[in-house]
């Protein structure tokens, strides 16, 4: 009886040695899943803070092009602008030095320019 004792009470420390392993086991697997979950809570919080970051600087960045896009299209017409206001003004010179050689290839404007330099003597 006593070799059936020690039997049953092998078994019996046999399996409180399993469960008290098992029991083990599974608080060290809680454990590492509750280090994963911060891990990941972590790492998608500073995703989450990246994100935002960097869509602010992409709008910024988007703001600033719609800005200088709209500046250059007034410089664009500015320059137009100015453009035909010189093409406007050489055609005037041009026409205006058209007339003075005109003038002055002009019997008129030899005959007075011969009476001045005869009255200067």
Do not use: C, P, W
């Not at 960097?54 to 500046?71: F, G, I, P, Y």
């Not at 410089?75 to 035909?84: A, F, M, N, Y």
């Not at 050489?90 to 026409?95: G, H, I, L």
């Amino acid at each position: 009886m006593t070799q059936e004792n020690t039997g049953t009470t092998d078994v019996t420390d046999e399996r409180e040695q399993l469960i008290a392993d098992l029991l083990e086991e599974a608080h060290a697997l809680r454990m590492k899943y509750e280090e994963f979950s911060y891990y990941t809570e972590t790492k998608v919080a500073e995703f989450v803070l990246a994100r935002k970051e960097l869509t602010a600087e992409r709008d910024e960045a988007v703001r600033r092009m719609t800005l200088s896009e709209q500046d250059l299209h007034v410089l664009r017409q500015r320059q137009e602008q100015l453009h035909g206001q010189l093409v406007k003004t050489t055609t005037q010179r041009d026409r205006a030095r058209e007339r003075v050689k005109a003038l002055e290839a002009s019997r008129a404007v030899r005959i007075a320019a011969r009476i001045r330099k005869l009255l200067r003597r």
